[in-house]
């Protein structure tokens, strides 16, 4: 029997450890996570605009699928002001004077002041974030753009598995005004908060615990996990990407907004709806939210034992 040498099993053990393992680098203008060769997702540090127009950051852009192929839009031409998976809101108020529209991005903008990697003891990555939100509707008495809320963002992406991959997202934003309160679209659909705008296929089917979920206008009620899933995947294979919303978000249990076609999902409530909402300046307001990034359809995933998972980690 011929044996290998000891080196070259050292090598192909480190090399697989290495594949296993998610990294991350960050730059001034963006934090990339990747696994061996793959590429996950994009943080997005710096603003990004069209000529000066819709100028964003603080999102995740480019989020991939398992084999590679771009899920996420940025500047889609329906809604130039949406960018791949984001949290914003339309209302925002400090007492009754309303300060900027972080959803339409008018009189608004985010400073993120810090990105820096949080050791784990294990082979998943987490950034944490400092985000400070501005509008040129409230300046200091030198005439300066002063931050109204200060956003830490947590974003861990954790190495795949043989058929998906878990990335968590925790918001916390804690108030520098008193009475500051935020809120989504006024009408009866009261979007805005998280909000992912993937690719959307004709074939493409949402389902929750219940089941298949149609789309409609007003919010659906759907439970507390989301799945969207379709020709995604690479050379039109089947992939999807699954939205958990954790029970301990504030707020009423759980409506969405669908749209089949050219537009964003949006986790509507529990957090916060029409209705705007305050914000301590004291105590953080927490998110929490999964994205499991998959292969093949809702089938394939065992999607209610991976959410009660997924409850008992927080």
Partial sequence: MRLIPLFIISLLFASTTEAQTVSVAINKDQAYFTQGEDSILVYQISDKSINGNYKRANYIHPLYSLDGEILTEDFPEDHVHHRGIFWAWH??????????????????????????????????????????????????????????????????????????????????????????????????????GFSPRIKLTEDVIFTSYKGKVTPKNLPVKAGNWMDISGTLGKNESMAGLTIFCHPSNPGKQNRWILRQKRSMQNAVYPFPGKETVPLSNTKPTILRYRLMVHNGNVNTLNLSKLYKAYKKAY
């Fill in 91 to 192: 209302q925002l108020y400090i007492g009754d004077k309303r300060i900027g529209d972080g959803w339409e991005i008018e009189n608004f903008s985010w400073n993120v002041t810090s990105v820096k990697e949080i050791y784990t003891n294990n082979k998943s990555k987490t950034i944490q974030t400092e985000v400070f939100w501005k509008s040129n509707l409230w300046l200091d008495s030198a005439g300066n753009e002063k931050p109204f809320v200060k956003e830490t963002t947590s974003i861990t992406v954790h190495p795949k598995t043989e058929n998906h991959r878990v990335i968590d997202i925790e918001i916390q934003l804690l108030a520098l005004e008193p009475e500051m309160r935020i809120g989504g679209s006024e009408d009866e659909k009261g979007y805005g």
